[in-house]
């Protein structure tokens, strides 16, 4: 194959992006499909929060029964993360597998999606939460879920805000930007020697961020996630330091799409390329 034959089979392989989603689509309303994506996000967060804390709870009822009779730290983490697996595999073809507001901030962030539609995924995401946590301390009894601290995240002792706030950044922006290579279409067009089931990465960096985060902030890296037990539990400390979880998953989110969609991305050789342009006229 010569030099040009190559640089055609190249250029067949390369990949334009589609145009960015509207900011503002207000269309979507009147589209099924919406309301169906949103229902998927409700259920998904619902189920997500759900498992995911009863066994947190579940493992401090076992371990206080019997010591070291829980799923430990490594359960838990695989509890959240196995979750996200499977709900990531089963939402992504109808409302993209989101499942956290800070997912969908980030997607936001690069025009992924409108802003209508973050906006509704988010408040589906926080009232799936909310339920989800519900149900655990229906569960287990409200006596039971308010010992064992209601799987709410606060900062653990010794802990600085601070530390608390930049591990749930870099936490989220493990998440995120796994997110975006993961689901990164041009990798499918350009990398086809490379199969990526996006679920599978996206469920192994929930896990591996919890082993690291779970003694800093009991790891949030997802508001809504944060927001459910708060709202069931509801006790000062974990609404004092509630903020956390919010604020750092939105910075994390934020610099993970700058990352992954500027600097690795087209975006930043585009904008280099124009500099050069203007410098060279």
Not at 106 to 111: E, M, N, P
Not at 139 to 156: C, D, I, K, P, W
Request: glycine share 12%; proline share 5%; aromatic share 10%.
């Amino acid at each position: 194959m010569n030099t040009s034959q190559s640089m055609e089979t190249v250029g067949a392989k390369d990949y334009k992006d589609p145009a960015p989603a509207p900011l503002v689509n207000a269309g979507e309303l009147g589209k099924w499909s919406l309301y169906r994506a949103i229902i998927a996000e409700f259920v998904a967060t619902l189920l997500f929060v759900y498992v995911a804390l009863a066994t947190v709870i579940g493992h401090k009822r076992q371990d206080e029964a019997q010591p070291c009779g829980g799923v430990g730290v490594l359960g838990i983490a695989w509890s959240f993360g196995g979750m996200i697996f499977v709900l990531v595999y089963c939402t992504a073809g109808v409302s993209g597998g989101h499942v956290n507001p800070a997912v969908t901030f980030g997607l936001l962030l690069a025009r992924k999606v409108s802003l209508v539609r973050a906006v509704l995924y988010v408040v589906a995401q926080c009232l799936g939460a909310i339920c989800g946590a519900g149900l655990v301390r229906a569960f287990h009894g409200s006596a039971n879920y308010m010992r064992y601290g209601g799987g709410a995240n606060e900062l653990s002792a010794g802990y600085s805000k601070g530390a608390g706030l930049a591990a749930e950044i870099v936490g989220t922006f493990v998440l995120v930007y796994t997110v975006f290579s993961a689901t990164d279409p041009k990798r499918k067009v350009r990398d086809t020697h490379v199969p990526v089931l996006a679920p599978l990465p996206i469920g192994f960096a929930v896990f591996m961020v919890h082993l690291a985060t779970i003694p800093v902030t009991g790891t949030g890296i997802n508001p809504a996630r944060s927001l459910g037990p708060a709202v069931l539990y509801n006790q000062r400390k974990a609404w004092e330091d509630h903020w956390i979880f919010w604020v750092g998953p939105l910075i994390g989110a934020a610099a993970a799409m700058v990352y992954h969609q500027l600097v690795l991305r087209a975006g930043a050789a585009k904008a280099f390329a124009s500099w050069r342009n203007i410098n060279h006229t």
